[in-house]
């Protein structure tokens, strides 16, 4: 089922595992291993989940990763559509 503008997982990330926990950006990438600037190029929807990035969120946080991923795609995907007019794709058919 599509969603209707879904959030950039690093929303999700910032209001439901960050702020409950009281956790800086600083705190929460040095636990994640990555950098701050890492961390904050999500929390701030300028970057992207990715499989490690994954995989980190689900063993810090006691999530799969599977939903972040599953998060960035929907969220990737309803954006990818807004432009579906503006890709120029020719429709392929068998001869």
Known sequence: MKMHN??????VLKTLCLEPLHLT????ARSLRVSRKTLSGILN????????????LSIAFDTSAES???QQLQ????HAERNRKRLHVTKLTAA
Do not use: C, F, K, Q
Request: aromatic fraction near 10%.
């Open 75 to 78: 969220y990737d995907l309803w």
């Open 6 to 11: 879904p959030p950039h997982p690093g929303e």
């Open 45 to 56: 929807g300028r970057a992207g989940i990715s499989p490690e990035m994954a995989v980190r």
């Open 68 to 70: 972040w991923l599953n």
């Open 25 to 28: 950006v600083t705190e929460a």
